[in-house]
């Protein structure tokens, strides 16, 4: 051989990246995005929505303060907009009064035609998570 030959290293190849490290990191960044995504949404609904709900009071001042933030309501146009949110929010209530007796009424149908087709175990079960959807439709009057 060569004088030259002899004394130059044998190159390497450059080593293969793999593709599926990557991949599974991305889905794994995915799936805590989800998750945090999804989490962060049940705790909005149910700290500002049901809330809400249950004490119907808050909302004129919060329906307030959002419009004066996003529409730069000057104090005097804030304290109007405020008597006017108490107001209707009056009105909302007296209809949610009139209308509850109806609303419970039918919901007791559908828990009783739901139970008779169920088993006894079934029913105990069904009857348990619909008091739960009942407490969040039909919260207690103010």
Not at 3 to 16: G, I, K, Q, V
Not at 44 to 71: A, C, D, K, W, Y
Not at 92 to 100: C, G, I, N, V
Request: glycine letters at 4%; one cysteine or more; charged letters at 25%.
């Amino acid at each position: 051989m060569n004088e030259n030959t002899e004394s130059m290293p044998a190159t390497l190849a450059p080593p293969r990246r793999s593709w599926i490290r990557p991949l599974i990191s991305g889905l794994i960044i995915l799936f805590c995005g989800i998750i945090i995504g999804g989490a962060t949404v049940l705790w909005f609904i149910s700290s500002h929505v049901l809330e809400g709900l249950r004490t119907p009071e808050i909302v004129p001042q919060r329906l307030t303060n959002v419009m004066q933030h996003r529409l730069n309501l000057t104090p005097e146009q804030a304290d109007r907009v405020l008597e006017i949110h108490n107001k209707y929010l009056e009105r909302f209530l007296e209809r949610r009064r009139q209308a509850r007796p109806n609303i419970e009424k039918e919901l007791d149908a559908l828990q009783a035609e739901i139970n008779a087709v169920l088993t006894p175990e079934q029913a105990e079960k069904w009857d348990k998570r619909f008091s739960r959807f009942r407490s969040l439709v039909l919260p207690p009057l103010p």
